[in-house]
């Protein structure tokens, strides 16, 4: 923390957020968010990384320097329900979510309509049986060059190892139910037959196993016997739609660090 | 409905609550909770129960009629965590559950002040290795006669078939974790090693499937990257107090009916 | 209860749901809400409330009986802020709201425009200085026989008690702070100078006395030292959008009966 | 925070925990709270203070080094109720509390025993028809030298503006409701009364206007309208426990600011 506050300090950066966590006072692992305003610095951007190497090689640092104006591009993947693509495109259109939303495509074409009324492409790329291969090869052709983020709102396919590889820890899906419990499909199906009182959702980096990447933020939301599954799915698509949108916004601010298969989020 | 409120009404029952519940409209199973004042009734309880049998069988009804002022005994059994017994003790004390606490048994000896504070009797009954069967004998024989409810309140043993079928429905476990997740042991270091960004507690009719009984209630609280295991011990046990003592309350004041492996809680 | 499901039950009808709900046990005031299936019923619909009439009469009930398939007119108040006007629109798109939306009045002209994209006419009825009065009387003009429910999606002109008076207990509106606390103008502002740790929003119905009409629902969030007032009016507008969609909905399914300033809600 | 760490390491200390919050980027006024362990230091105590006087004095710093191993001393006042006082009583000797638990006044006699039953020396200081001065009086006398803490764990007599001058910032009280919403005499009467869908809790510390202190915590519970002012009061209770145990907590372990009767809570 003195080395890298002394370094920006000495460089004429105003530090306008600070954050830090250890695994464990001695030894652990450091994590460190710093935000600053580098109007004032006496050095530019190519300047500024190569004056921080040195300071990071002294304490064997992993680092990075995200430029707030140099937004991220985002790519939104679907299916056929339409609320969580919805509350993206709106938090996006009243500048909530520090992005420029490139493109959407949908194995399905239901949704071409709403991503077309927010101005942004749409792209159908149908998935034939037995050929999520070509799917993903078609998709990454789109997605070349247009994507640092690939948000998953409720797209309902399987992505392979080898798609999911191009985009680590780039790739946010939103699940329906509160993880680890009810990992895979009917999320909440299973929900109804276990009569559990509350439900939830999960938004996660996507990593090969299904279900099982770093979670990012979780919420849930009360049930009771009174509610079948269609009124688990009515209350759960609220849900689904705040949880994936905040997320997104932190990892769009970089506020989110991943460590062993967790998240250390700096909201 | 119409057939057992006209029964009441014509008997001079008040009615003081009613709560149903059809888990679908058309040929569904129908749950009903009358709560009445007979105090002005034109039959004594023996009379009630004749009396409503022809009513209930016209109807294929199962029923049951419990009367507020035979309070229900309640046996607690204990480790070494005291929190959930405490909980219980106190709320007890002050009028909030509608019972008489018999006697607390404890595997280890170690919350013997606690419940001597309360005036409530405690047993050891330590289980020797491999000495399970004989420890539940020695179990049953004190709850004979002295517990319509038994409530393990952070008892670290797992009880056998056997014990538990002297008590359908009536052992009420309170689980650390948001069920169907982390089931079993260490739930804390589960969920710490999973990296979820929520914990729970469950509140649970006990069966011969470890952790897979009826819920009766659950809730959650927030944690973050911050939170080590130890934080998370911290902040379930105020989750383990709330949840179990909701719990212990409905069961005593007859809100819960089971039905195939779920809870309807008429709270 | 009696008189009632008996009179249901002789007549052919299907009871799907029941609540009730008495102030006091003994000579309390008693709500009850009957959903029920009149398919089978012996009575067409002015039969069945000419006989209900005499049932109603022997116990001095006030009673409504609401045909699911009437559909009810809604018709939304706005301002300039879009995303109560967009949650209300999105969800009657997909079919969670029972509901007609016949039209949308802005005293600005920003949100036309979305109206439209939903297909429902927008009407701009802008507000001089000193000439609300001439507004409320083209606003009654424009809702005569096209709404039995007025929603104020931030429609940021307080009505005259004239106005409201038009439309008892079928005004909602969606005040953005934990009423009582803050009412008035500005009450994100006022919790950011109070240093409150949770914000709130309430949907209540509106009556002549300002922000004190007979809450409906309410939902909080919780805050912190790090969020200024233009965080507390981010989180607070998905507050808004939750808390405002719950009540609108509960009203167009006739689950809310007021009495005494304070409303019985049997969600 | 160059400066501040930049010092820290210079002499030897490991930064355990750092939290800051700047009210506004450029000009606002800046907190931060370091933890630090200073064993490996090459300062003792004074020289520390010493040193540091130096760094302060160049950024006009307000500062403050709290010693973890000198613990705090609490007292608490209370009334009748008994819930906040065994809650904190319970967690303090679960060693949840870093503190020594001096003594507890009671301008009631009752709680007496339980106080004792955790070995706490209690004091029954009566409030006389117009007397509070004298008693006042005299529990200034017992406080001296004997409170680094004054908790109110619903002590139900309004404390003078002399007496709360000789803590500043060292009072803490719990309300019965989510301030500023039904300040002043019996809060859940008020909140049943408007028909509130949620009730709350507020711990803040005692200034001399009533219930206007610094809020440190709130939290809240969902009711309904089947809720009579004895369930409100029995809900609230348990909120009252949590909310007062965890604003306890904060305090003790030097986690809260006090600016402009707001808090920064670095919990």
New interface residues.
Partial sequence: ???V??F???HGA?????????TD??GGRFFMRLEF?AAGMDLPPEGLRAAFTEVARRFGMDWRIAYAERVKRTAILVSKA??AL?ELL?RWR?G?LATEVTLVIGNHPDLAPYAR?FGVPFFHVPVAEGGMAEAEAEMLRLLKGRADLVVLARYMRILSADFVGHFPNRIINIHHS?????AGARPYHQAYA?????I?ATAHYVTPELDAG???????VRV???DGVRDLI?KGR?LER?VLARAVKWHLEDRILVYQ?????FA
Wanted: hydrophobic letters at 35%; aromatic letters at 8%.
């Fill in positions: 923390m003195a080395a506050t002394g920006l300090y000495r105003n530090i306008i957020d600070l954050q830090q966590h250890s006072p001695e305003d339409d609320h919805l709106w009243r909530e009324e509160f993880l680890p419990a009810f276990r009569g559990v009182k509350i939830g770093p979670i990012i933020e979780q919420d849930v009771s016997h009174r009515e609220d705040q298969n967790k998240t250390v989020v």
